[in-house]
């Protein structure tokens, strides 16, 4: 039986990512050879002239570092005990801030309640592999429809802060969006993605040479369940680790988010910085003008922003340390905003977090002082304002209720994907996030028409964890996840995802859930 390597069509749109694949064989690279302890088969570890990132991968090469290495992965792979393993880590109010929703929560668990209520449809005997999990987002292709959602405050999680989400980010060549409430300048993450030379590979690593496979390992697992996929899987293979299977992009990928300030000349410093730091895509997020009722953080008094935390992007500004100055200068007393950080932090938070919210009608200024590179509006919910937003002339908008941290009682934002998929999914690219846990969570949304999805407070929990590691290890475990459960629910690309995969059940919902 004959299978073919690949049926996509869109190789040369792919970026150069020369890699291993354990799935593919090709004879005339062998990159190391070991014989099983079981019959005298050669396992042979071999390169693949594939550019495609093989992220599945990541799920063998767990096995193997258990196997071979005694060594656990740096968190849970486990969706429902990762919160709880981060409260367990993390100082109390960086885990609150994370943790905590709107109000009662109520959104916050609706979120998750949704997605229990969509299930997919697997479809048998079809050939999903190599699979293909990139998508096209306003021309450019990313390697899989997931991006890192702004999360802002980092520093208050991990050390590691933004600086090591970004670098998490670019080893799997995720998009990392960048916040405005970030506790690190947008310059200073570039400089430190430039200065490693380019982003690190994900653990867990191994430089050692292959050791035999014991005869149940997941090397053979994963042979035979190429087997039962319908496709050869010539001799028995030893796992190889993602370390050496992900070439990264050398120019990470990154977008700009904006809490919109109310002063225009602010906005034009900001936009300008984001576009010379390559920020490709501005998401303007349109449902935090003012901060909602959060009891975890009233209840401890928790409010970075009050005391300069998460506000590096205004402070290293120097349209708003110029106008700090003339607003706050006395007599020969020049005012700077680091020796006085409670007026600054006011005068920041006054900008961005006002109250106000602007209008459709001021989009125009954005589109003015961004240029023509994409415009996405997040946080739209309605119907009625996803056609609004498709006639202001944005490009692209993301269902989002800001994982029930904003309006509490606010519906599911994936409640609304369908129906404003199909009010403008012709005019606009629509993105999706809230309640993102899992791989089939992620399949759900490109099912029911998001483009591409937004994954927020799992990979923060990584981070609080262990750092930069922690973070890589969580995305990359859900890239994994997106990558094996395709292949289960027998698609070979994201583009094959459609309605007709999913039912929406009639009972509740399952009841044991990480709410
Ligand atoms: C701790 C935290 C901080 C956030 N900060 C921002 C932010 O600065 N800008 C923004 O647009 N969204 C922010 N969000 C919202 C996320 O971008 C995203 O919409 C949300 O995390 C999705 O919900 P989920 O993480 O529960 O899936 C934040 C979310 C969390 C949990």
Known sequence: MNHPRSSNGD?????????????????KTPRSTAPTNNDNTTITVVASNSNKIPYGQYQIDIYFQALTAGKKPVTTTDPNKLEQQAREAMSPQGFNYVFGGAGEQATMHANRLAFRQWKVIPRMLRDTLPRNLSVKLFGKTYDSPILMAPIGVQSAYHPDAETGVAKACAALNVPFIYSTASSTPLEEIVAALEDTGGPSPPSPETEEPAP????????????????AEGKDPGPARLPTSSASTLVPDPKPSRWFQLYWPLDDDITASLLSRARVAGCEVL????????????????????????????????????????KFSDKFSTGENEAQVE?????????WAGEVFSGHAHKW????TLRKLWGDRPIVLKGVLSVEDAVLAARSGVDGIIVSNHGGRQLDGAVPSLEMLPEIIDAVGDRLTVMFDSGIRTGVDVLKALALGAKAVLVGRPVIYGLGIAGTEGAKHVLASLLADVDQSMGLLGVQTVGELNRSMLRKISYGGDVKTSL
């Open 283 to 322: 998401v303007v997020t349109l449902d935090t003008f003012t901060m909602a009722w959060r009891p975890l953080d009233l209840d401890t008094g928790f409010l970075p922003f009050a005391v300069g935390e998460g506000n590096a992007l205004g402070f290293s500004d120097s349209v708003f340390r110029q």
């Open 339 to 347: 020796d006085n950080i409670i007026a600054a932090s006011r005068y």
């Open 361 to 364: 009608e001021d989009l125009a």
């Open 11 to 27: 190789e040369a749109d792919r970026p150069n990512l020369n890699n291993l694949n354990a799935n593919i064989r090709d004879e």
């Open 212 to 227: 035999p496979a014991p005869a149940d390992d997941p090397a053979t697992a994963a042979s035979a369940s190429a087997s």
